[in-house]
């Protein structure tokens, strides 16, 4: 999930070279191993960076949540 946060991310906030390296990403399939795939689409999941990012982005959502009920 983190890796998809962050994939997302990038390409909401970033633009064409994001959305690029996420499309040769998909179209890469098993030619390699997945760590190394998410580091050529711009997501290094060898540090904390996307985990902290996903978490903040739940914190942030379940914040706005709690501000409905």
Excluded: H, R, W
């Amino acid at each position: 999930m983190s890796a998809a946060v962050a994939l997302a991310n990038g390409i909401l906030q970033g633009g064409q070279t994001e959305l690029a390296k996420y499309l040769e990403f998909l179209s890469s399939g098993g030619k390699d191993y997945p760590i190394n795939l998410l580091k050529k689409a711009g997501v290094d999941m060898e540090t904390p960076q996307p985990v902290e990012a996903c978490l903040n982005s739940f914190k942030e959502n379940l914040q706005a949540a709690a501000k409905l009920v």
